[in-house]
């Protein structure tokens, strides 16, 4: 599968961003999907992940209650709604997927897209 992520851009300390990352191929509704992020000079982390369904979403405890991940499997899009942000979420932000139903609680993606940035300013 080959993933395509967008939606980056710079926003105010305490607005919103919306990420979307396609997917190609037929067998989207198969993978987990997930974000990850990585701040300059820090490793990548884990942000939010979903199922292959939908039923079953994991966030990061900094981004609980701000950032919704969610799914359309008939347009193999993932997207990432980040809400009341802030400079800390400055980062480039990466969708991966994986056909393990695992990988949301593993972290542990096959494949990824290129990253989106994300700037906060204060």
């Known amino acids: 599968v080959q993933l395509q992520a967008f939606g980056g851009g710079l926003v105010q300390a305490g607005g919103s961003l919306r990420l979307s990352c396609a997917a190609s191929?037929?067998?989207?509704?198969?993978?987990?999907m997930g974000w990850f992020r990585q701040a300059l000079g820090e490793e990548r982390e884990f942000v939010a992940g979903?199922?292959?369904?939908?039923?079953?979403?994991r966030y990061a405890d900094s981004v609980k209650g701000r950032f919704t991940i969610s799914r359309d499997n008939a347009k193999n899009t993932v997207y990432l709604q980040m809400n009341s942000l802030k400079p800390e979420d400055t980062a480039i932000y990466y969708c991966?997927?994986?056909?393990?139903?695992?990988?949301?609680?593993?972290?542990?993606?096959?494949?990824w897209g290129q990253g989106t940035l994300v700037t906060v300013s204060s």
């Open positions: 991966a997927a994986d056909q393990s139903w695992v990988a949301i609680t593993t972290f542990e993606f096959d494949y």
């Open positions: 979903i199922s292959w369904s939908g039923g079953t979403t």
């Open positions: 191929g037929r067998t989207f509704s198969t993978y987990s």
